[in-house]
């Protein structure tokens, strides 16, 4: 081997050796950003599952709280019926002894103001908090504002969905890219785990409405 030959030799394993070096350097890249996904991943399910079980929650407390509503309602009716009936009695039986007349009288009053307490019925310690109380008033609100709760968790809970579909895709284009030494598969693995962060993001603000 001559010294031209030699030469060539030790530049072929210099430029074989940097290509390993690039190599490895991609590879290495690459692993830290899956690990990075799978890093997001666990947060976003961690978010995902917290607003699941709130959407349900609110859930169940509007649909309990519109039940309790109804029964009220349909207690308040009754008064109401009452109250005509006694009314249209008082009214056309004029025979009636005073003593009676005057029980019947209180009996009216009363239910009027049992009605009136159903339909405003606020916490004493708080009176002025229309989402505490039990009068219909405060239970439609109390409820209304349960059902804006359930909305706002479910949307959250969207965005956490296909922010968690956005992380997996990336991780498994992420080790495609490290088998294949692909470039372009990495930049594509980049760009969903972009994807799944933003989304990820907005799951916890909903900082804007998804488009579909």
Known sequence: MDATDAAELISEIREERAEHQAD?????????????????????????????????????????????????????????????????????DAGLPPQVRADMQKTVDDYK???????????????????RGEGKKQLSAQARSYEVLRERASAQDSNFDYSEVAFQLAIVLGSVAILALSHRVLYISIGLGVVGAVLMINGFLLMFPLPF
Do not use: C
Request: aromatic share 8%; charged share 25%.
């Open 24 to 92: 490895d350097k991609f590879r290495d890249r690459a692993a830290m950003l899956i690990a990075l996904f799978a890093m997001l991943l666990a947060v976003g399910s961690l978010g995902g599952g917290n607003v699941a079980e709130d959407m349900i929650h609110n859930n169940i407390k509007a649909s309990d709280t519109w039940a309790f509503y109804q029964a009220k309602n349909v207690r308040q009716t009754q008064y109401r019926i009452a109250v005509d009936q006694m009314e249209a009695q008082l009214a056309a």
């Open 113 to 131: 103001a049992t009605i009136a307490r159903y339909d405003d019925e606020p916490d004493p310690a708080a009176p002025a908090d229309t989402l």
